[in-house]
């Protein structure tokens, strides 16, 4: 069966769930799961009920697909994604990007947790990520193109819509959350990065460093969608005391900013 085929079979069957027609998606992070606790849940699917989509594993992400409302307006909240270095294909961690495309999302709103490498930030800070480089990472539009899906060439000049991050800025500004803006440099992981690596990706030119988002941006850039995306700094990659990170305090880390992280989102999607 073809990627397409499962799409248009996927959305078939969500299409029941979606009455209200919601325009805004939403990708919950590692940690970031109480978000939930912003959203008037209508239903939640659990993702091994809907076709094709793949089952999440890995602790801290609970798996549904969520129909509800945030401050009014119609959302689809993935509590829990799909990363590459649990074994998916890229084709897979893509598909419910994909397939909320197909139900008529227009703009996607991702999260993550993600290692700081910028020396002048801390954990607990949030980042709006304005640019990724995604090349350490497999891209999820390699193999045949499908017209009906995307372009073979996608532009990337503006994978994270201007507009948006200016409005994140603002409600920053508004609710006195700080907010940095910067590069987001995506890896497989499911290893941390060595120091030589953290210190590596920092004269890159990134930011933050994390293991998901940037393969569902591409995906979301090639339908055509208005992406946002905000890190929330869990670690830091580049002290030169001891820096043994584990997935325990990434987990922390990302609960402990978890409300102001809801707030940007809830007035973002408000304001939408
Ligand atoms: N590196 C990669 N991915 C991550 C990190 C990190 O330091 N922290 C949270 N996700």
Same mark, same amino acid.
Request: glycine share 10%.
């Given at each position: 069966?073809?990627?397409? %085929?499962? @799409?248009?079979?996927?959305?078939?069957? +969500?299409? %029941?769930?979606?009455?209200?027609?919601?325009?805004?998606?939403?990708?919950?992070?590692? *940690?970031?799961?109480?978000?939930?606790?912003?959203?008037?849940?209508?239903?939640?699917?659990?993702?091994?009920?809907?076709?094709?989509?793949?089952?999440?594993?890995?602790?801290?992400?609970? *798996?549904? @697909? #969520?129909?509800? /409302? &945030?401050?009014?307006?119609?959302?689809?909240?993935?509590?829990?994604?799909?990363?590459?270095?649990?074994?998916? /294909?890229?084709?897979?961690?893509?598909?419910?990007?994909?397939?909320?495309?197909?139900?008529?999302?227009?703009?996607?709103?991702?999260?993550?947790?993600?290692?700081?490498?910028?020396?002048?930030? $801390?954990?607990?800070?949030?980042?709006? !990520?304005?640019?990724?480089?995604?090349?350490?990472?497999?891209?999820?539009?390699?193999?045949?193109?499908?017209?009906?899906?995307?372009?073979?060439?996608?532009?990337? /000049?503006?994978?994270?819509?201007? /507009?948006? #991050? %200016?409005?994140? +800025?603002?409600? *920053?500004?508004?609710?006195? !959350?700080? @907010?940095?803006?910067?590069?987001?440099?995506?890896? $497989?992981?499911?290893?941390?990065?060595?120091?030589?690596?953290?210190?590596? #990706?920092?004269?890159?030119?990134?930011?933050?460093?994390?293991?998901?988002? &940037?393969?569902?941006?591409?995906?979301?850039?090639?339908?055509?969608?208005?992406?946002?995306?905000?890190?929330?700094?869990?670690?830091?990659?580049?002290?030169?005391?001891?820096?043994? !990170?584990?997935?325990?305090?990434?987990?922390?880390?990302?609960?402990?900013?978890?409300?102001?992280?809801?707030? #940007?989102?809830?007035?973002? !999607?408000?304001?939408?």
């Amino acid at each position: 069966m073809d990627t397409y %085929q499962k @799409l248009q079979e996927a959305a078939a069957y +969500l299409q %029941q769930y979606a009455g209200k027609s919601p325009k805004v998606g939403v990708v919950l992070g590692s *940690g970031l799961g109480n978000f939930v606790q912003e959203i008037e849940v209508e239903t939640a699917i659990p993702y091994d009920q809907i076709p094709h989509f793949p089952v999440s594993t890995v602790e801290g992400h609970s *798996g549904k @697909l #969520i129909f509800g /409302s &945030v401050a009014g307006k119609p959302i689809i909240a993935m509590q829990g994604r799909f990363h590459f270095y649990e074994g998916y /294909s890229t084709e897979d961690v893509v598909l419910p990007i994909r397939v909320m495309r197909m139900l008529g999302v227009q703009t996607l709103l991702l999260s993550n947790a993600a290692g700081g490498v910028n020396p002048a930030f $801390t954990v607990g800070d949030l980042m709006v !990520i304005t640019d990724h480089i995604s090349f350490a990472t497999a891209n999820p539009l390699m193999g045949p193109n499908d017209n009906r899906i995307g372009p073979r060439f996608p532009d990337m /000049s503006e994978p994270y819509r201007k /507009s948006l #991050i %200016q409005k994140a +800025l603002q409600i *920053g500004q508004e609710q006195n !959350i700080k @907010l940095h803006q910067g590069v987001y440099f995506g890896v $497989t992981g499911p290893t941390f990065e060595t120091r030589a690596e953290y210190r590596l #990706i920092q004269i890159l030119g990134a930011d933050t460093v994390g293991m998901s988002t &940037v393969q569902e941006c591409i995906a979301a850039v090639h339908m055509g969608m208005d992406v946002f995306a905000m890190s929330v700094v869990t670690d830091l990659g580049i002290r030169d005391e001891e820096n043994v !990170i584990t997935h325990e305090e990434v987990l922390q880390a990302a609960k402990a900013a978890e409300p102001h992280f809801a707030t #940007i989102f809830r007035e973002l !999607i408000r304001s939408i």
